[in-house]
């Protein structure tokens, strides 16, 4: 590949978190303006894949990439073992900006159209590519995340380092494990709120967001609600295993944004361990 300015831009393809009207605007600006740039239907997709196009980009001498926040992108290639030079690599962010500055962040006052070229996005394929991205700069290595997850999702290299090495087995739309961990340091890309998009952390903030533990507290006020909606002449009091396996998943829910879907899909055994990993305890 040529080591020359290159722009990325990424469809996001397996989301709607970018509006379609701004992502249509940027590509007819980019392709009229007959600027060397290649459209890709999903960078997450492509790193947890290792895509050896993201190594080739890497190494361009300039590289400018229309996509989401800078942080989500700077870890996603470095998953795909392709690290971006801060000094030669600028992030445009459709999350955050309109078309009308990105388009002046990358052509700046220029108008005129030459070498108009055609660009064809590849197809989607059946697998939504939802998973963490470890922001290295701020984790910790304290393996919570990997303590805490189900699937299988994260290992250690040979260095001991925990990594993702199974992006295709997490659940998608969870981000559990990113609000579990104590340094905010997991990204989900396609995730809504910040700062586990991979917006910047304010560190303040996110504390007085992160889930507290007392579970305890948690099941007495749903069930205080449970009470409230049984009909007179039903038990009174939530003593039901049924009930508190529905409160402990209520509280799981809520706190941890898991889908009901994952919940529901895991056994009894499952359910505990996520519980016990909640409260801080040994599983």
Known sequence: ???????????????????????????????????????????CEMAAKKNPKLKDWAQAESINIVACYSRAVKWLFNAADAPLDPDKTQFHNMRTCSAEEIILSLLGEKTAVHNKQEFRLEEKGDWIPWFPVIDYDRCKNCMQCMNFCLFGVFGLSESGLVQVINP???KTNCPACARMCPQTAIIFPKYTDSPINGDSVDDQSTESKKPHLDMKELSRNDIY???????????????????REQVAQIDLQKQLDIPSNVLESLTSEELGRLKKEFRGEKA
């Open 1 to 43: 590949m040529s080591k020359k300015v290159k722009v990325i831009f990424c469809n996001c393809g397996y989301s709607s978190i970018i509006d379609s009207n701004l992502k249509t605007q940027v590509l007819n600006a980019l392709e009229a303006a007959g600027v060397d740039f290649e459209a890709v239907q999903d960078l």
């Open 168 to 170: 295709t087995g997490c």
């Open 225 to 243: 609600q449970m009470i409230r909606r049984r009909g007179k002449g039903e038990k009174r009091f939530a003593k039901d295993k049924t009930d």
